[in-house]
């Protein structure tokens, strides 16, 4: 089974600039969410999807974080403009649906200099 | 606050010894706990989890303990192996009647296994 797909692997980006991920999640797995992990601490989740909707988006800084997924499959984090406190990996994870065991897949390290 | 921590940032084992990280949380309320090993470069990866009515659960080689009178959980790793050499994380889940699966996760424990 293939697992949760995400790119780039990395990005190196100046501030002000804007920047957009990738996931694409396990296939069949309603439920999608973003997670931010800044260097040395657990990850914090941004938003959470479930198929097409979006469940929570309560930690998401709306001002310049922005998601999407469309067609209820992949989906795209965009950042615009990036800060320098940006800088982390950003971790896309999928589950069955709500309640069931969410599987990460790699990040995207994203430096803002 | 709610917060979910490591009591030790950095742990150092021999391989084959039995190694112990320890999580607590201030969340009476989590009533599901997982432990993620995250190798450098890649995502967490579940280990073992335990709900709140249990105090002890056992895999292959891991034991999660729970005590909820203090709110403390452990993770026990028996004969540690260089493989096992990564970061580890407590998450706490608050459980909206098993509808919504919203974690937590803690700061993490670094465990380096020298051969």
């Known amino acids: 089974e293939a697992g949760v797909a995400q790119s780039p692997r990395y990005k190196i980006i100046e501030k002000r600039q804007s920047v957009a991920f990738w996931c694409n999640p396990i296939s069949g797995h309603a439920t999608l969410y973003w997670y931010q992990q800044i260097l040395g601490q657990g990850p914090k989740l941004l938003i959470q999807f479930q198929n097409n909707g979006v469940v929570d988006d309560s930690q998401l800084p709306k001002d310049r974080f922005s998601a999407e997924r469309l067609k209820g499959v992949d989906s795209t984090l965009k950042i615009q403009p990036a800060k320098l406190e940006d800088s982390a990996v950003y971790l896309c994870a999928s589950s069955l649906d709500r309640g069931e065991l969410a599987i990460f897949g790699s990040g995207t390290r994203l430096t803002v200099v | 606050g709610e917060s979910v921590g490591l009591h030790l940032p950095t742990l150092s084992v021999q391989e084959g010894d039995n190694s112990i990280i320890n999580c607590a949380y201030s969340?009476?309320?989590?009533?599901?706990f997982i432990w993620y090993k995250q190798e450098s470069g890649k995502g967490p990866q579940f280990i073992i989890d335990i709900r709140s009515n249990m105090d002890k659960r056992q895999g292959q080689r891991v034991t999660v303990l729970l005590n909820k009178t203090v709110k403390h959980l452990s993770l026990q790793i028996a004969a540690t192996q260089p493989g096992d050499s990564a970061v580890y994380f407590c998450a706490e889940n608050r459980g909206s009647g098993g509808s919504n699966y919203k974690l937590t996760f803690g700061k993490g424990t670094l465990l380096t296994v020298n051969p």
């Open positions: 969340n009476s309320a989590s009533d599901y």
